[in-house]
């Protein structure tokens, strides 16, 4: 990879990082975000408007890209052709939409929710397992369990009706657990 890629890739990563940040929570948990940021979103065919979230995570480089000079605009698109969504991505343009519908959350607090729900919180720097966060990632995308005494597989928004209805795009989703907090 060269240089001029290497740094956009950095530059965006620290972009993301800092609109979630909290008190150095980021820094606390570099290892995970890093993860996150490596790892795709991947929405099932199955349930298509979770398409809707990728096109939001990928809508944030366009965010960071009106931050850049012009003339460099061309360059980091090139280092990030072909990339899918990350994980990272979609957490934080999913969170900062959230924020839209509930404004009493700001974008870092609905991305830590997340963190929380899904079982992450338990990966900061000291304690990060790369295998142990994948399978969380995987599980969580393709409605898995993690273990067959979990009665249900990880989700963003942990209540009964959206066990009820995995088949539903994280947005339907949000609105069940909204509902329920209300």
């Known amino acids: 990879m060269n240089k001029a890629i290497m740094d956009y890739d950095k530059l965006y990563f620290d972009y993301l990082t800092n609109l979630i940040d909290v008190d150095g929570k980021a820094a606390i948990y570099n290892k995970l975000l890093e993860a996150l940021y490596y790892f795709d979103f991947v929405w099932l065919p199955n349930i298509p408007l979770d398409e809707n979230r990728a096109k939001d995570g990928l809508q944030m480089r366009n965010m960071y890209k009106s931050f850049l000079p012009i003339e460099e605009h061309a360059s980091f698109d090139i280092s990030f052709a072909g990339r899918q969504c990350s994980m990272l991505e979609m957490f934080v343009a999913f ?8 404004s009493s959350f700001d974008c870092p607090s609905y991305f ?6 899904l079982g992450l ?10 295998n142990a966060v994948f399978t ?11 273990n067959p005494e979990d009665p249900n597989p990880p989700v963003l928004f942990p209540c009964r009706k959206v066990y009820e209805n995995l088949d539903r795009d994280l947005y339907m989703q949000a609105n069940y657990y909204l509902n329920y907090l209300r």
Do not use: H, M, P, S
């Not at 969170?95 to 509930?102: G, H, K, N, Q």
């Not at 830590?112 to 729900?117: A, M, S």
């Not at 919180?121 to 790369?130: F, G, I, M, S």
């Open 121 to 130: 919180n338990n990966y900061d720097n000291l304690r990060y397992d790369q």
């Open 136 to 146: 969380i990632l995987d599980a969580f995308l393709y409605g898995k369990k993690l």
């Open 95 to 102: 969170a900062d939409r959230l924020t839209y519908i509930v």
């Open 112 to 117: 830590w929710l997340f963190i929380e729900n």
